[in-house]
Nanobody
Framework: QVQPVESGGGLVQAGGSLRLSCAASVRTPIMGWFRQGPGKARDFVAAIRWSGETTYYADSVKGRFTISGDNAKNTVYLQMNSLKIEDTAVYYC????????????????WGQGTQVTVSS
């Protein structure tokens, strides 16, 4: 199986926290997180480059979300703090061979997604 496997979604109140995990069986230079809210397009959330562990964030999550990785496990995490109702979405993990991290068509492998629901 080459698709990454996500876990950690769920229901949380606004202001709360969740941590998503993504285990990849194929090693690629970039791993990222995207999300798709109800009736919305799939948007970039965050990405990490394994070499140097450079990280990238969408403006909407900067300062609230943190992406990190465990090299030995080929696993990426997304720590989400101060969650807002508008963060409600299906969150997808993806792997990329490209150097451009911001768009979904640059990613080769996609997980099935995990639902994150933020309630008031």
């Amino acid at each position: 199986q080459v698709q990454p496997v996500e876990s950690g979604g769920g229901l949380v109140q606004a202001g709360g926290s969740l941590r998503l995990s993504c285990a990849a069986s194929v090693r690629t230079p970039i791993m990222g997180w995207f999300r798709q809210g109800p009736g919305k397009a799939r948007d970039f959330v965050a990405a990490i480059r394994w070499s140097g562990e450079t990280t990238y964030y969408a403006d909407s999550v900067k300062g609230r979300f943190t992406i990190s990785g465990d090299n030995a496990k080929n696993t990426v995490y997304l720590q989400m703090n101060s969650l807002k109702i508008e963060d409600t979405a299906v969150y997808y993990c993806a792997s990329s061979y490209s150097s451009y991290v911001w768009t979904d068509h640059e990613y080769a492998y996609w997980g099935q997604g995990t639902q994150v629901t933020v309630s008031s």
